[in-house]
């Protein structure tokens, strides 16, 4: 990570990065949207709105992932002093925002016909909720630090506290079993969805993580070219 | 309950807010990295014109 702490050279890779998961990203979730609303078969119980699975779970996770960005950014600014750490964080909130708005509103989408309401104060839903405000309350405060010059701590603490959220989020279905499935997908255990549905997930999955990436690095070119105007009209003031 | 409505309304948030955050990076980006190209070249036009000045 070390290796890319000279903005010259982290541009270097970002500029046909971007790109490149730009297109990717776009082909992949093209392919997994498609898929899973026209190759898949209807769930025996919730029918054909199990087809929002392709996009919510995707979204979720990525809120979720943009969070833990923000966390490793965080201790790589304070501990390390990596010097794009702060602005890496910074690009990452409004992406992670997104997606956790994504997920909240196709949950709620899919919640309508499937348990009879759009919301409830459920352990899962309201967690993710509470995600969403973190993101909005670090973009507010990551934006106030910096039009006052500082070097981005006070956002880094609260970056680092705002991930006790994750575990929260990840565990509600098991704390409180209330309206929220179950976990149906698991890293090490497999899954309870039958391999003909599951099949388009991880395309769709791969595409927006390859959407997402692309807007963080055109986010992250887009502060260092702020950064270079700025201090180059402070220099311009001073002479 | 025809379960088509929710499913159009659900891709079309997702679409149109990734798009959304997408064109606005875009945006950002192609500002911001204009502007710096663009104070890149006042910053080399003078000293072009000072070199030409003590010739």
């Known amino acids: ?239 | 309950m025809n379960p088509w409505p929710f499913v159009a309304a659900a891709y079309a948030a997702a679409i149109l807010l990734t798009a959304a955050l997408l064109a606005w990076a875009f945006v950002s980006m192609r500002r911001a990295e204009a502007s710096a190209d663009a104070m890149k070249r006042t910053d080399r036009a003078p000293s072009a014109d000072a070199e030409g000045q003590e010739r």
Request: proline share 5%; net charge positive; glycine share 10%.
């Open chain 1, 1 to 239: 990570m070390h290796a890319f702490a000279n903005p010259a050279r982290f541009l270097r890779l970002a500029r046909p990065a971007s790109s490149w998961l730009l297109l990717i990203g776009l082909a992949f979730a093209i392919a997994g949207m498609g898929a899973g609303l026209m190759l898949t078969p209807p769930d025996y119980l919730q029918g054909e709105t199990v087809r929002i699975l392709y996009i919510h779970v995707p979204s979720a996770w990525l809120g979720m992932g943009g969070w833990l960005g923000i966390a490793a950014a965080s201790i790589s600014q304070l501990v390390w002093r990596h010097p794009l750490a702060a602005l890496a964080a910074r690009a990452v909130a409004p992406a992670g925002a997104t997606f956790t708005a994504i997920c909240l509103i196709t949950g709620s989408i899919w919640g309508r016909p499937t348990w009879g309401t759009w919301w409830e104060w459920d352990g899962r839903l309201t967690s993710m909720l509470i995600l969403f405000f973190l993101y909005l309350g670090y973009i507010a405060l990551s934006s106030a630090e910096r039009e006052r010059g500082g070097e981005g701590r006070i956002s880094a603490i609260y970056g680092l506290v705002g991930a006790i959220n994750l575990p929260i989020i990840h565990y509600s279905v098991l704390w409180w079993r209330t309206l929220h499935q179950g976990q149906s997908i698991s890293i090490s255990g497999g899954s309870s969805i039958d391999n003909s549905m599951l099949w388009p997930l991880p395309l769709s999955l791969v595409g927006f993580a390859c959407l997402f990436g692309a807007a963080v690095l055109m986010r992250m070119r887009a502060e260092l070219a702020e950064a270079k105007v700025e201090a180059r009209l402070r220099r311009m003031e001073a002479e």
